[in-house]
């Protein structure tokens, strides 16, 4: 975890604080259930709950000092909490083992973070949606392989990442979905010493489905999902990234990250105006793609279990969660204060003089009646004057001079092929399609 | 691709001829909606069709030789349909780019590997229940960090794996949604040139979704998802893979893959038996996931499409596929016929004399009164010397002949504490969860 | 391996007949050897090269035949040989494993390949030089977060892939004589059953070192180095591949993939030429990258060795290496006829009004007394002037008509700051470091 | 970085504190060339030194502060310099770029990582070599596909480690030489505004050599290299840690990891030693093996330099160097006080009734006259009874009584067949090799 990467109440999530918080609330969940069944004193969820209901300080210092003395987090852990309950808080944990609390705790953590990545997710689908309606028609040049093709609209690439990240946010529920379970079932999960009851009833109150079977652990491979998951959404972060990069370059300049009225650029060079925050989030996504790595190594653990998947889950948790809350936020914000420049676009689509066209007289030709080879060949040699001048010389203007183009096409047929509306006629059934 | 970890059906699906017969269905598919919508006449798709029911051979030299000299392969392509087609087939592909055709058929190509790959999982669950069923109460040791902890069943260690696999091929079928979506929507997607309807009426034809807004490319997110799932899948072979490669371990040999009666393990040394298939599965495993990683790079291509994710794809379309589809039939095939000793299981079980069931009697001495520190120091100074002895004695007639022990618990009580059956209460519960 | 990026030298190393060859000289050299120590007759590996001189063709699918019968790769090459040579074969391999020669075989193949590399990295240093020559003082901007900063020169540019590939030079240098080991050791390694003279013998004349200590197994954190560094040059074959990428971009095309005069860029726009072969490097990076993954996973076999290797071996062995080869030389034909637009460099770089000699105003201005913050706002004000003209006034001109500015800095002393020269007095410096 | 998973020297060299001394260090000596070549007074130098000489505390919370106004952490370091240096300390930085110091910066912090890494491989290679001396002749069983082969002693799994790990140090010291160099070359590395000469004063001062071209960055395929290079070791942290995690495995007990005489292995099961540490060792190689991708995708860096690396080297710098760091250092303990169980690895051996000698009679039989047809069937079929008694007969009795062998192979001389010697007769030669 990088503080400068990270968000407030992600990160609260995966503080020692909140995981203490967790664990209490497994284990007197458990207890109360415990109780019900006759296992232990009714009294003892009651003890429990008292003294939660006072909001107790969870205090990590002490628990790592016990820790240190008895070299076991959940023993030190329940200790702490007898010094303060008392007597009756010797009941807790009965019939459970440590893996009980470690994964449960582990799957509500993520289950958690999944809610606020949901949050950003809709944060951002909402600042996407705001500028795309801003720019339905916003005429831009779409390019292939970094080279003008053919118009677009600047709302309907924002149209595709809005899309793109409405797959992201339901790939989240699901992944969220598979993490979220509880596993309550004693040491190599026979439930040979706790009443499979107990586990649904913890389950219950924190919002978990059952795990089916469970080893001692959770399986693995609901984690290697999960952050599977997180870096797919990281590549659609980059997506975007390098797109607001593209367009910030000082050639094409058709969008830029905000930048406020007394900002310096550069501390020598009074004419810089980078992408540092879209340049970030790239460095983020490669990051958050790499933690799925470790993730999907983790599956094939020995057996009932090996511990190998732990030294990495305390890595890769908090940091893949934290920074994907940062990336998305940041990204949430570099969409709803983008500068957009549509002169610019303009301008940009206007310098080739018309070869974006090139196609449409081309079919014209052919509907006319001319040879798809004549054809190809008529608007070539004109197309390859306008190119070789560098945008001083205007399709348009060229054609209407060639006497081969205008026996099968009139100058009002001509001019019409060179229509910018033309190709914006199924924005609306696009916009419908994403936006509903 | 590597020949020997392959099979036919999915081999096939990756062919060229197959593509091109994907290629022909979604232009004759094409041609007749535009056909409809009165753009071309409706002789054309009729004369696609016509000489399609004549189930001709599709001459992929034929076409190479074309493609030689156009240097473009879906036109290529066209053009020997129109040698064979005649004159009608001039009227294909109108209004539309190469990426409609090759998107398109790539999301066709995906989704049938996906049937494939759900068969295999089918067949593969098949095979895990029927062992489960088989060995439902097989009695084994638990092992965690590859120590024995508590006794489980063999049913249990399998029910374990397909709950594993029942999650994969959930996660298959949406992977599955996911990718098999059609872009018809000509260059840069604005369907300038085509209408919507005719990238819905091929959509329905094949059995696909409507990409709601692409960008001359379908968005490489759902790649992303799909190559990333097919990695979570191999994780989960992995496991297994690695569970019976231990369970073969010469100090373990609780299970083998099978070794049929004249066959040789070593031209060497005649008693060697290698679990060398699920070994194989390892290392299949491994570029599974790997393949996953240039799918993720893939996302981010620049504006509205670069080409990029082009040579990523000719690799891992096919080898993630057909590797995965070649190692799941392989688990299967494992699975089926593995060859599992109880007895041995139960040998094994034994060999530390009984130190598996302590757990049981430090838990009835603290319920008769004894202190748990007390408890905890009887039972370790038995234990002890069972583990000194290397399982020479056991653990119950030391306890029966500790005074401090048996004065808190009888020997009807002592004995009854190493009951393995104790430890299989929940068994049937656990089964009724995965099996239903 | 995809045909279309595989080039004949390279993959016929990996071929089944040069296998099977490098095979057959194992083998000869260490019973030529055995023969020298007495353990078989001398006349063996007589008879072996007698019949080897004879030039004899490799029937690999005789050989396969033998396999299907005996299942075992080692044994049906030694019973083809047997077949062909006669009595005297049936002393090869003694005392060696199937291991022995496998490994000592991949060692083979791969520090061949290595030498195919090394070439290929030859040939692109020499067309790298040739052009940075061309174009060591060919001025052009330098960019720093795609956004103009100060000039450099276009064979600066291309010096800096000069020294980095000279650095793959060298790493892969260093990688080939790691993997360049020799294993006859026998089973696990403890040459019980055959003398270390064979390895010696056979290591020298295959050009090897000797493996100190093998497991049976040639140890897998070799192969895991050589592939990461193959990895690691396909990282800047991507680099440089993206440089021409964006140089060709339309809004900048300083740059050029070549093109054929009559070349077609699109069937259905011919004003396109798109850098289509760097957008392939790109992607190909991405796969060579991906397989130094699960070569990392495969160091850490089991006890003596486990076969998981194996399987990804079969994959990456050709895959990156016949990938790798073939990118290398796509690059070098790239940089080879690459078209580069010295006008476009310096239409680019005058296109902001002299902007980016800001810095050196800057600095004059305090050095002749102003203080840094005047400096910097007299700057600023001039500079904000020309950027929102988009290069329609120039930084020069309204300098000299601000009085504040010229009391500091004379006309003369201003427009010395705007020389391009200035910048490239270091760049024989730079050109001496790098090609020496 | 995970606090549990690092050590306090390692972790030192990464903190704010550290990074600002080199900051200082890299701005001092810059001065003090800028001074001796007359473009900055000499007493600048001098002042700044002066001041270093009183050992000043680093007021990191201050110099954030600053930060906070300037928005650029460079400046507000030079700032918190000249607030405590004077009037002298403006001469500092001239012609410098932020890069200069920061890519300088890292190259120090990964040069003096790697001495720290360099010293930690000193330290586990003697250790292994420690006990590999102490263990080289004890015999243990050999095992391939994790089924018992040949023999070989205990030193030789060592000495294989020592090998592998004294590779991986050539690798790292090779990996140090490729990192440590200094780029002192102003704004996209032209030296315009800086003379080379300080480039090489400060590399000199600091121990680095100069970057031949730098391009205002430093070039990320020496990071990349470095990363990968660690990757790598951490495989070989793997392959030894899963070695240990075998060996303790229940059934095999072969060593341990050492468990002081009062420890518990589990509050529950007073019979359980986990091999813990060794467990961890696997997922902390996971992690590391994981940093060495996104340091790969930084190599493409876009023109003269994009900062998208800068948010991956603030997570990887530090966690990759600091979590090696502690592996190392922790394998090192395990390694030292392994515990290793002499009895318990003959008692292995032995368990199969000495069928690991088949291939010496099977050889023996063969050199005596019979066919290997008829020999492989005789050695088999007792070879079977052996199997099939679970280890109660052993192979060499079965063998004495059969009348077919013993008509070809004398009882002495089958007894010889059996010989554990005979497997070491070449272990010196392997520790000549390996320890010289």
Request: hydrophobic share 45%.
């Amino acid at each position: 975890m990088v503080p400068r990467y990270s968000r407030p109440d992600m990160t609260a999530l995966w503080e020692p604080e909140e995981k203490y918080r967790i664990w209490f609330e497994i284990e007197a969940h458990a207890t109360e259930k415990l109780g019900q069944l006759g296992v232990v004193p009714r009294s003892a969820a009651k003890a429990l709950w008292d003294w939660w209901a006072t909001d107790p300080k969870i205090d990590v210092e002490a628990i790592d000092a016990i820790e240190a003395v008895t070299k076991h987090d959940v023993i030190a852990f329940l200790t702490w909490v007898a010094e303060n309950v008392g007597d009756e808080a010797r009941f807790m944990h009965q019939g459970m083992t440590s893996s009980d609390v470690l994964d449960t705790t582990l799957a509500v953590q993520l289950a958690r973070s999944a809610d606020i990545l949901l949050a950003d997710l809709d944060a951002l689908l909402a600042a996407i949606q705001r500028r795309a309606e801003e720019h339905k028609y916003t005429p831009t040049i779409g390019r292939s392989h970094g080279i003008h093709a053919e118009p677009v609209t600047f709302g309907l690439k924002l149209a595709q990442a809005y899309a793109e990240f409405d797959r992201c946010r339901r790939r989240l529920l699901a992944a969220r979905e598979e993490i979220a379970t509880c596993a309550i079932s004693g040491a190599v999960g026979t439930f040979a010493n706790i009443d499979p009851q107990v586990e649904e009833h913890v389950a219950e109150k924190l919002g978990l489905s059952v795990e089916p079977v469970s080893t001692q652990v959770i399986p693995r491979d609901r984690h290697a999902m999960f952050f599977s998951t997180l870096a797919v959404i990281a590549g659609s972060i980059e997506r975007l990234a390098v797109e607001i990069r593209h367009l910030q370059r000082t050639e094409v300049l058709e969008a830029e990250e905000y930048f406020s009225p007394g900002q310096k650029g550069s501390s020598a060079m009074p004419h810089k105006r980078n992408p540092i925050l879209t340049e970030n989030l790239t460095g983020q996504a490669r990051m958050i793609r790499a933690y799925a790595l470790p993730a999907l190594e983790n599956v094939a653990l020995w057996h009932e279990r090996d511990i190998s998947h732990s030294s990495v889950e305390r890595f890769i948790g908090p940091d893949a969660c934290i920074t994907l809350d940062f990336a998305l936020a940041r990204l949430t914000g570099v969409i709803d204060k983008l500068l957009v420049y549509p002169k610019r676009m303009q301008a940009n689509m206007d310098r080739m003089g018309g070869l974006i066209h090139s196609q449409r007289v081309l079919l014209a030709l052919t509907q006319n009646g001319v040879s798809r080879e004549d054809a190809y060949r008529l608007v070539q040699r004109n197309a390859m004057k306008v190119w070789e001048s560098d945008g001083q010389l205007t399709l348009l203007d060229l054609l209407k001079q060639d006497e081969e183009v205008t026996a099968a096409l009139g100058a009002e047929q001509l001019k019409e092929k060179f229509d910018l509306e033309y190709h914006f006629k199924h924005v609306d059934t696009i916009f419908e399609r994403v936006f509903g």
